[in-house]
């Protein structure tokens, strides 16, 4: 009895040790509690455009503290490289850590204070990521959807709002971190140590093998979708770039033999089939993601530099038309969503439309002949496994969480007053020019509905770059072949080559009817029943047909009417600039205005042709960010699917749905209807 006494004091002191040194733990990182009203964020003195703000505010707009951070921790199984890696990489020729505040702000991602959930103080919208055992650096829902803008010295933070976020720079500058740190010795030999003093690697060897293929995945990445048209700030070609991921992972075996004994493709310098099978050995039908890694990297070996394009030019298409970051409040609630109204919201659309958000930043996707029964080769006909890092239960619990979310309304504290009276005459021209299309919806309503107004390019005006990809862009369907897919007019039989917008549809579909690979077996099939049934019965969006202006599928097109852009309600529009859906305007008096056209009189308004994007100071009298005096990117309107043309409704350019063209109104006309916009 008394050994056992003095065992259990043994253990309670034990325990007492190990809770006191999680206490000090705790303490020395300092954690923000998750009840801070600035919800983690960070401060900044200024940057690199000059910005500066001591103060976060944020607004109303149904969410709590927890709300926000729930948001901007919740994994959705995005693996864009190892954890430890982003943790501890330096910037090339610098011993400065990549991920410091003051390089992810750069790139315009939001800096983050530790919280409890948010302990190593990532940026908004960056969170670690775990997927069969391993840790990686992923991204949230927020990283692309939470905005800010700055107005003396105070920081709005916009829930829901439009990121300024250049993705594309990030990538291409992980990339060559990668490359610089494992071609520089010391560089190197300091990565590696930090690697291993982290605990997840075994070995040098193990740190080197990752390190060569995430720089080589991130690489080919980079490659594949490089557009003729830089993206800079505020935007992104994300269906360009979600189509080229679905269309490298449905690429199979059998078609990689046949492309690589393309003249088209290798010319006169073909492949032995000796060559070909040393290229293409140890793969099955359908190639891994692992595999994947090892084809390209001696494909790159192989083959010449033209060659290689040639086969990228045939294997993917250009991600070249960048558009804005859509801002979400109302998103559950609309009936049709993206700018070219490509989703439907009703029944499993919107888990669908979240997978193939997931798909395009780096889900993990270990598609490969079916070595175990699921939903998706049972219902689907196909002896594929969809198997994949995309988390559905949380996309569904994300996507219940946008429920709440309320668009924010003007700050008259800190952006000024509204002028009421002004305002009250610019809702009569709202209602003359600006209705018929653009709704008004009690925010705060539970049960409210968002009708996506629909208008065919040719009317609207607007650059057509995005809706034609939308239509045009074809793929190779590999391991889809002779699958069926319903389009709406009816199902089409997928050839060799397919539209991209259709593999997207059934390779989602494939992936949310694969129950989580990871899961205990129960556990599995017990989410999966789950999470899809809330999604589809709890879903209050239900079927319905397009309203609008615009070219209804067919038969013949069952992809027509995607030649349209979409037009919601404006609640909240004056936080979300730049505008339309390309971002070619900078602020919301610039779109009331005319583009300038050959013969136009030189000193009339007109949209800017060229202005900086990058701050995050508000103009509170244009109503936008700041577009010149620094040093940002430089928005060219002349390049391709930059256009700053169309939706000239208040210019006197752009008829109306009924026909009729509208005279152009006066600046004082166009202030009121400014003033009215603020209310919204």
């Given at each position: 009895?008394?050994?056992?006494?003095?065992?259990?004091?043994?253990?309670?002191?034990?325990?007492?040790?190990?809770?006191?040194?999680?206490?000090?733990?705790?303490?020395?990182?300092?954690?923000?509690?998750?009840?801070?009203?600035d919800?983690?964020?960070?401060?900044?003195?200024?940057?690199?455009?000059g910005?500066?703000?001591?103060?976060?505010?944020?607004?109303e707009?149904?969410?709590?503290i927890?709300?926000?951070l729930?948001?901007?921790?919740?994994t959705?199984?995005?693996?864009l490289?190892?954890?430890?890696?982003?943790?501890?990489?330096?910037?090339?020729?610098e011993?400065?850590?990549?991920?410091?505040?003051e390089?992810?702000?750069?790139?315009?991602?939001?800096?983050?204070?530790?919280?409890?959930?948010?302990?190593?103080?990532?940026?908004?919208?960056?969170?670690?990521d775990?997927?069969?055992?391993?840790?990686y650096?992923?991204?949230?829902?927020?990283?692309?959807h939470?905005g800010q803008?700055?107005?003396?010295?105070?920081?709005?933070?916009?829930?829901?709002?439009?990121?300024?976020?250049?993705?594309?720079e990030?990538?291409?500058s992980?990339?060559?971190?990668?490359?610089?740190?494992?071609?520089?010795?010391?560089?190197?030999?300091?990565?590696?140590?930090?690697?291993?003093?982290?605990?997840?690697?075994?070995?040098?060897?193990?740190?080197?093998a990752?390190?060569?293929?995430?720089e080589?995945?991130?690489?080919?990445?980079?490659?594949?979708?490089?557009?003729?048209?830089?993206?800079?700030?505020?935007?992104?070609d994300a269906?360009?770039?979600?189509?080229?991921?679905?269309l490298?992972?449905?690429?199979?075996?059998?078609e990689?033999?046949?492309?690589?004994r393309?003249?088209?493709?290798?010319?006169?310098?073909?492949?032995?089939?000796?060559?070909?099978?040393?290229i293409l050995?140890?793969?099955?039908?359908?190639?891994?993601?692992?595999?994947?890694?090892?084809?390209f990297?001696?494909?790159?070996?192989?083959?010449?530099?033209w060659?290689?394009?040639?086969?990228?030019?045939?294997?993917?298409?250009?991600?070249?038309?960048?558009v804005?970051?859509?801002?979400?409040?109302?998103?559950?609630?609309?009936?049709?969503?993206?700018w070219?109204?490509l989703?439907a919201?009703?029944?499993?659309?919107?888990?669908?439309?979240?997978?193939?958000?997931?798909?395009?930043v780096?889900?993990?996707?270990d598609w490969?002949e079916?070595?175990?029964?699921t939903?998706?080769?049972?219902?689907?006909?196909?002896?594929?496994?969809?198997?994949?890092?995309?988390n559905?239960?949380?996309?569904?619990?994300?996507?219940?969480?946008?429920?709440k979310?309320?668009s924010?309304?003007?700050?008259?504290?800190?952006?000024?007053?509204?002028?009421?009276?002004?305002a009250?005459?610019?809702?009569?021209?709202?209602?003359?020019?600006?209705v018929?299309c653009?709704?008004?919806?009690?925010?705060?309503?539970?049960e409210?509905r968002?009708?996506?107004?629909?208008?065919?390019v040719?009317?609207?005006?607007?650059?057509p770059?995005?809706?034609?990809?939308?239509i045009?862009?074809?793929?190779?369907?590999?391991?889809?072949?002779?699958?069926?897919v319903?389009?709406g007019?009816?199902?089409i039989?997928?050839?060799?080559?397919?539209?991209?917008?259709?593999?997207?549809?059934k390779?989602?579909l494939?992936?949310?009817a694969?129950?989580?690979?990871?899961?205990w077996?129960?556990?599995?099939?017990?989410?999966?029943?789950?999470?899809?049934?809330?999604?589809?019965?709890?879903?209050?969006?239900?079927?319905?047909?397009?309203?609008?202006?615009?070219?209804?599928?067919?038969?013949?097109?069952?992809?027509?009417?995607?030649?349209?852009?979409?037009?919601?309600?404006?609640?909240?529009?004056?936080?979300?600039?730049?505008?339309?859906?390309?971002?070619?305007?900078?602020?919301?008096?610039?779109l009331?205005?005319?583009?300038?056209?050959d013969g136009?009189p030189?000193?009339g308004?007109?949209?800017?042709?060229?202005?900086?994007?990058?701050?995050?100071?508000?103009?509170?009298?244009?109503?936008?960010?700041?577009?010149?005096?620094?040093?940002?990117?430089?928005?060219?309107?002349?390049?391709?699917?930059?256009?700053?043309?169309?939706?000239?409704?208040?210019s006197?350019?752009?008829?109306?749905l009924?026909?009729?063209?509208?005279?152009?109104?006066?600046?004082e006309?166009?202030?009121?209807?400014?003033?009215?916009?603020?209310?919204l």
């Amino acid at each position: 009895m008394k050994q056992y006494f003095i065992s259990s004091e043994k253990q309670f002191l034990f325990y007492i040790s190990i809770a006191f040194s999680l206490i000090t733990s705790l303490s020395a990182c300092k954690l923000i509690p998750e009840t801070d009203p600035d919800r983690g964020a960070a401060t900044i003195e200024q940057d690199q455009f000059g910005d500066s703000y001591t103060t976060i505010k944020y607004l109303e707009q149904g969410w709590d503290i927890a709300d926000s951070l729930w948001f901007y921790t919740t994994t959705q199984g995005s693996n864009l490289m190892p954890y430890d890696f982003f943790m501890v990489l330096e910037r090339p020729g610098e011993s400065t850590l990549f991920r410091s505040d003051e390089n992810m702000n750069f790139y315009r991602y939001l800096p983050q204070k530790a919280t409890s959930s948010n302990p190593d103080a990532l940026p908004v919208g960056w969170v670690k990521d775990n997927y069969k055992g391993k840790e990686y650096i992923g991204l949230t829902c927020a990283a692309c959807h939470t905005g800010q803008i700055n107005y003396n010295g105070i920081g709005i933070r916009i829930d829901g709002g439009p990121a300024s976020a250049d993705m594309e720079e990030i990538m291409k500058s992980f990339a060559s971190a990668l490359k610089y740190t494992f071609e520089n010795e010391e560089v190197r030999n300091r990565f590696v140590k930090n690697v291993l003093a982290k605990g997840n690697y075994k070995s040098e060897a193990e740190v080197l093998a990752d390190m060569e293929k995430f720089e080589l995945r991130l690489t080919n990445y980079n490659i594949i979708n490089r557009s003729p048209t830089p993206y800079g700030y505020a935007r992104l070609d994300a269906f360009g770039r979600i189509y080229n991921r679905v269309l490298e992972h449905l690429i199979n075996e059998r078609e990689l033999r046949e492309l690589l004994r393309d003249r088209k493709i290798m010319r006169n310098d073909e492949l032995t089939e000796e060559e070909l099978n040393s290229i293409l050995k140890d793969l099955d039908k359908v190639l891994t993601s692992d595999q994947r890694d090892h084809v390209f990297e001696r494909l790159s070996k192989t083959l010449t530099k033209w060659q290689l394009g040639r086969l990228r030019k045939e294997l993917f298409n250009p991600a070249d038309a960048p558009v804005s970051y859509p801002f979400l409040w109302d998103i559950p609630q609309h009936d049709y969503v993206q700018w070219n109204g490509l989703a439907a919201n009703a029944g499993l659309g919107a888990v669908g439309r979240n997978t193939g958000e997931v798909i395009g930043v780096f889900a993990t996707l270990d598609w490969q002949e079916g070595k175990r029964t699921t939903l998706s080769n049972i219902i689907g006909g196909t002896d594929i496994d969809f198997s994949s890092s995309v988390n559905v239960h949380n996309l569904r619990k994300i996507e219940s969480h946008l429920q709440k979310l309320q668009s924010p309304l003007w700050p008259e504290d800190i952006l000024g007053p509204i002028d009421r009276e002004r305002a009250f005459r610019g809702e009569s021209i709202f209602n003359k020019y600006c209705v018929s299309c653009h709704a008004r919806i009690e925010r705060t309503d539970p049960e409210r509905r968002v009708v996506a107004h629909m208008s065919k390019v040719s009317a609207v005006g607007t650059d057509p770059r995005m809706a034609e990809n939308s239509i045009h862009a074809q793929g190779f369907s590999g391991i889809l072949r002779n699958q069926y897919v319903g389009l709406g007019v009816g199902d089409i039989l997928l050839d060799r080559k397919a539209p991209v917008s259709a593999l997207l549809t059934k390779a989602t579909l494939n992936v949310v009817a694969t129950p989580d690979s990871v899961k205990w077996f129960f556990q599995r099939w017990a989410d999966w029943i789950v999470d899809l049934a809330k999604a589809f019965f709890h879903n209050e969006i239900k079927p319905s047909i397009k309203q609008g202006n615009y070219d209804p599928d067919t038969t013949a097109n069952p992809v027509a009417s995607l030649n349209a852009y979409k037009a919601r309600s404006l609640n909240g529009i004056w936080a979300t600039a730049p505008y339309l859906h390309n971002g070619s305007v900078p602020t919301l008096y610039d779109l009331l205005l005319p583009k300038k056209r050959d013969g136009d009189p030189e000193d009339g308004e007109y949209r800017p042709d060229q202005f900086e994007v990058g701050s995050r100071e508000f103009d509170p009298v244009k109503v936008g960010l700041k577009s010149s005096g620094y040093q940002g990117f430089t928005f060219d309107t002349s390049l391709r699917a930059n256009s700053n043309a169309g939706h000239e409704y208040a210019s006197g350019k752009t008829a109306q749905l009924n026909g009729k063209v509208l005279r152009p109104l006066t600046r004082e006309e166009r202030l009121d209807l400014l003033e009215y916009l603020k209310t919204l």
